[in-house]
């Protein structure tokens, strides 16, 4: 069963003690690397005030199907986008434009009172509106202001576009990614936008720290060119140290450890690591096969790399005589490393990620309830989780513009009928 968020008043009780309770982040950011980095801010306790395109919001709010369908007599149109959903909770959102003066005016007071600026705009764009980071660092010396580009504030490509696949290919991480003697294939998620939402949140509550001995904000310039090479982690070691090629494409299984890959099994899918000689030995009872022990093919991991190909097949023949199922029965309590491969579906009805609470469900405003996955994050002295459903475009425009800039409701539609706010 789905675990439920408690009560607003409950979570508003309790958001002062999360950790970055008293935050207030300008989020000028759209897609995923950028609101991923907001939204784990967000989940942290900070204030995030996202700031959308007065007309059609976010990109990924038309990026369906699917769409949580809104309820009878709330809004009109196919709902709210799946993506969106998953990147935007806990987030406050005012429909702006900064195309005018007075579009940008408002946003400037909103500079002077937040601690954090994040955009992912094309490098120089935001300096012709005057939100660059030399005329925010004049408003606010105190501004961390933090900027999420494909390929960063120097070098040949930074004017270029960002797209997660493209830095994916570019990077290395596709070359590496696929079956051994397939193609080059993509991740399954935008993974690289992903690591650069983590990298730039980490570095954003890095400078805050900083910021509460020196006083001085800074500009943090993070692309996801770099976080792609930074995560290529062992595998870019390897060439570095050896000054040889990668060994290219492995599919499931590993270069340098037999067996240690996915095999198929009568009803599905199953990995099954043998990480060393004394897991394998294990491996070799359970699938009733005590002579590959001793066989020098296969005794000492060294030998049954030189021989994966035959290993690997006799292997399987075994794994495809039972379901996916019998052979985590099989394999319970053994020590040895295994998983069955689920779909995604199975997995978010997983009994432990049920049990971790990874996904709850909480009230939407005009779509009702949702399932939503939750912060993977547990403290022990504080509760993060889903304060607010990911907002309506323009759902806290009222309330951000009356609170923080001042502006009365007269002079809040005043800019309505100009196109201005939403």
Known sequence: MYGRTTSMTHWHRISGKLPLAGIRI??????????????????????????????????????????????????????????????????????????????????????????????????????????????????????????????????????????????EAEMGLMHITGMRDGPPVKVGVAVTDLTTGLYASNSIMAALLARSSTKEGQHIDVALSDC??????????????????????????????VPYRGFQTSDGDIMIGGGNDRQFQILCDLLGKPEWKIDPLYHTNSARVQNRQQLEQLLEEITQTKTTQEWLEIFDGSGMAYAAINDIFTTLNHEHVLARKMVVEIEHETCGPLKLLNTPIKFSESEPGIRSAPPTLGQHTNEILQQLVGIESQGIEALRHKGIVA
């Open 26 to 167: 300008l989020d000028l950011t759209r897609v995923l690397a950028g609101p991923y980095c907001t939204q784990i801010l967000a989940d942290l306790g900070a204030e995030i005030i996202k700031v959308e395109h007065p007309q059609r919001g976010d990109d990924t709010r038309a990026w369906g199907p699917p769409y949580a369908p809104y309820k009878t007599g709330t809004k009109h149109g196919p709902g709210e986008s799946a993506y969106f959903l998953a990147v935007n909770r806990n987030k406050k959102s005012i429909g702006l434009s900064f195309q005018n003066a007075e579009g940008v005016k408002i946003l400037h007071d909103l500079v002077r009172k937040s601690d954090v600026f994040v955009e992912n705009f094309i490098p120089g764009t935001l300096k012709k509106y005057g939100m660059d980071y030399a005329t925010l660092k004049a408003i606010n010396p105190g501004l961390i202001y933090t900027s999420i580009t494909g390929y960063g504030q120097t070098g040949p490509y930074r004017k270029r576009a960002g797209y997660d696949v493209m830095v």
């Open 228 to 257: 792609q090479v930074a995560t290529l982690a062992n595998i870019a070691s390897s060439v570095l140290i050896s000054g040889e090629k990668d060994s290219g494409r492995w599919g499931t299984a590993h270069p340098s450890i």
